[in-house]
């Protein structure tokens, strides 16, 4: 894999990282006591998250394969989180071998696993990058590298963006990633909404994240995550919840437990 030497990291394991709790929610391994206790915590609180976790990897899954069989061959994962069954490039590369991946995330052991596990794919890589700074992320000689900018690029950022919890910050940072991608590309966007829990509910949730390595967490309304795809061509069926775009089989919604929602969708950058 070509990437840079890298960093010796210090990793805390007495604060909950989001990766490992949602490793933890799919079924992983790789999580601390503290990831567990964490997750248990938002369990009590959001009886779906599990299923929330669940259906957001289904989603990922059915828009990478969308979009690999409509001719794009370069993705860029934003907040890739801890490797599971049928990541990115293994599903893009499933469609089109010659498809190229950039993974970015900022937790130590995310990039151990993923380092690992891209070893011998050399037409996959892993950077560390914030979020956060989108600009650090996009002028990266990695991606730079890795990336051709002059041609369509799919722009990953599922279950991400409610960790930046100002709102202007996070149409910044989607404007901010979007700004480079050439007509033909696309922006796949998920983001956890409040669903049908009080607000007193969403506080106490919202509480657990605080004391996590993404220092908070916030629902947002569905007009406010359709807000990111403004100036995008939204493919159907629109920004809707994720068991509901292009659903492969009949994916029930959560199993009668009740809490908050996750939607998203596909947006295609138009031409001039």
Same mark, same amino acid.
């Given at each position: 894999?070509?990437?840079?030497?890298?960093?010796?990291?210090?990793?805390?394991?007495?604060?909950? %990282?989001?990766?490992?709790?949602?490793? =933890? =929610?799919?079924?992983?391994?790789?999580?601390?006591?503290?990831?567990?206790?964490?997750?248990?915590?938002?369990?009590?609180?959001?009886?779906?998250?599990?299923?929330?976790?669940?259906?957001?990897?289904?989603?990922?899954?059915? /828009?990478?394969?969308?979009?690999?069989?409509? $001719?794009?061959?370069?993705?860029?994962?934003?907040?890739?989180?801890?490797?599971?069954?049928?990541?990115?490039?293994?599903?893009?590369?499933?469609?089109?071998?010659?498809?190229?991946?950039? =993974?970015?995330?900022?937790?130590?052991?995310?990039?151990?696993? /993923?380092?690992?596990?891209?070893?011998?794919?050399?037409? %996959?890589?892993?950077?560390?990058?914030?979020?956060?700074?989108?600009? %650090?992320?996009?002028?990266?000689? $990695?991606?730079?590298?890795?990336?051709?900018?002059?041609?369509?690029? *799919?722009?990953?950022?599922?279950?991400?963006?409610?960790?930046?919890?100002?709102?202007?910050?996070?149409?910044?940072?989607?404007?901010?990633?979007?700004?480079?991608?050439?007509?033909?590309?696309?922006?796949?966007? %998920?983001?956890?909404?409040?669903?049908?829990?009080?607000?007193?509910?969403?506080?106490?949730?919202?509480?657990? =994240?605080?004391?996590?390595? *993404? $220092?908070?967490?916030?629902?947002?309304?569905?007009?406010?995550?359709?807000?990111?795809?403004?100036?995008?061509?939204?493919?159907?069926?629109?920004?809707?919840?994720?068991?509901?775009?292009?659903?492969?089989?009949?994916?029930?919604?959560?199993?009668?437990?009740?809490?908050?929602?996750?939607?998203?969708?596909?947006?295609?950058?138009?031409?001039?």
């Amino acid at each position: 894999m070509h990437e840079e030497q890298a960093p010796a990291w210090v990793v805390d394991p007495g604060t909950p %990282s989001v990766a490992r709790m949602y490793d =933890y =929610y799919l079924g992983g391994k790789d999580n601390f006591a503290s990831d567990r206790e964490a997750a248990e915590k938002i369990i009590s609180i959001l009886p779906n998250a599990r299923d929330v976790a669940r259906t957001n990897r289904a989603f990922l899954m059915r /828009a990478v394969r969308h979009l690999a069989r409509a $001719g794009i061959r370069q993705f860029l994962d934003i907040g890739t989180g801890l490797p599971t069954q049928e990541n990115v490039h293994q599903v893009a590369q499933a469609e089109a071998p010659e498809s190229r991946v950039v =993974y970015v995330d900022n937790d130590p052991i995310v990039l151990a696993h /993923a380092r690992a596990l891209l070893a011998d794919n050399p037409r %996959s890589i892993v950077i560390d990058g914030d979020l956060r700074k989108p600009e %650090s992320v996009l002028g990266h000689p $990695g991606v730079r590298a890795h990336l051709d900018f002059t041609k369509p690029i *799919a722009l990953i950022m599922l279950a991400v963006l409610h960790f930046v919890t100002d709102d202007a910050e996070a149409a910044r940072v989607v404007g901010a990633f979007r700004e480079p991608l050439v007509p033909g590309g696309y922006v796949v966007v %998920s983001h956890i909404t409040q669903g049908d829990l009080d607000e007193d509910t969403v506080r106490r949730g919202r509480d657990v =994240y605080t004391a996590t390595t *993404a $220092g908070g967490i916030v629902p947002r309304t569905a007009d406010q995550v359709r807000g990111l795809f403004d100036g995008l061509d939204v493919l159907e069926p629109g920004v809707v919840p994720l068991h509901l775009w292009r659903p492969e089989t009949v994916e029930p919604a959560w199993n009668g437990r009740p809490g908050g929602d996750i939607i998203g969708g596909v947006g295609l950058v138009p031409g001039p």
